[in-house]
């Protein structure tokens, strides 16, 4: 059964704090694995990894896959109160051409105190 | 570009009665969207894949006549929960899965169904 792991499950930390949130997955024709920021509402996009040991960055989130050992971080430098959220991790289960369905991790609710 | 519209945001309604919650995709054309449930503090956890013409493919556990889902257009999904029971109450989210900027779905903003 395909199945994508986060941890931890929730975190406090102080601004300007760095974190590192943790996924890891057994899934079958593992193409890509995504991160989404969730607030609210539904998650936002944050980054698709398809290769090992490639960074992607985007301001203070950065995130590397390893394709050997099945897992990916992210990681928040400097973090501040706005970046508190449920970061979720992703993975597409069917390619059907144009859509896949993803399977989501449980989650890391991530809060950022003053 | 590749905006997803859910609506609405959030809907209360007594036990016993159906909701219907939309989808569209505004400025793309989707065969296929997911619908998700959310329950508090949980993962999203996909209930059926919405297939343009044709019937919806659901999860297990995931009873097809109590979430009835029609794809009629390229454009347009509905997700109608049928005989609400508090127990449906969540948060629900539909995707249309499209590879726009590298991404594999995006989404919609979700609708809180709360059935008292």
């Known amino acids: 059964e395909d199945k994508v792991v986060q941890s931890p499950l929730s975190l406090v930390v102080h601004e300007g704090d760095t974190v590192t949130l943790n996924c890891s997955y057994e899934?079958?024709?593992?193409?890509?694995l995504l991160w989404y920021k969730q607030e609210k509402k539904a998650p936002t996009f944050l980054f698709m990894l398809?290769?090992?040991?490639i960074e992607k960055k985007s301001g203070r989130l950065s995130s590397i896959l390893d394709k050997k050992e099945l897992f990916s971080i992210l990681n928040i430098t400097a973090t501040q109160t706005g970046d508190s959220a449920v970061y979720l991790c992703?993975?597409?289960?069917?390619?059907?051409?144009?859509?896949?369905?993803?399977?989501f991790g449980t989650g890391t609710r991530l809060q950022v105190t003053l | 570009g590749a905006v997803v519209s859910q609506h609405p945001s959030r809907v209360i309604c007594k036990s016993g009665t159906s909701v219907k919650i939309e989808c569209r995709s505004l400025?793309?054309?989707?065969?296929?969207m997911f619908w998700y449930r959310q329950f508090p503090k949980k993962s999203l956890m996909l209930m059926a894949t919405?297939?343009?013409?044709?019937?919806?493919?659901?999860e297990q556990g995931v009873e097809k006549d109590k979430f009835l889902i029609n794809h009629a257009s390229l454009t347009l999904s509905t997700l109608t929960v049928t005989s609400a029971h508090p127990e449906d109450s969540s948060f629900y989210i539909c995707?249309?899965?499209?590879?726009?900027?590298?991404?594999?779905?995006?989404f919609g903003q979700g609708t809180r169904l709360t059935v008292v």
């Open positions: 995707s249309a899965g499209v590879r726009v900027r590298g991404t594999e779905a995006f």
């Open positions: 899934v079958t024709n593992f193409r890509s």
């Open positions: 398809t290769s090992s040991g």
């Open positions: 992703a993975v597409p289960l069917r390619d059907t051409g144009t859509a896949s369905k993803l399977t």
């Open positions: 400025d793309f054309q989707a065969t296929t």
């Open positions: 919405s297939n343009e013409g044709s019937k919806a493919t659901y």
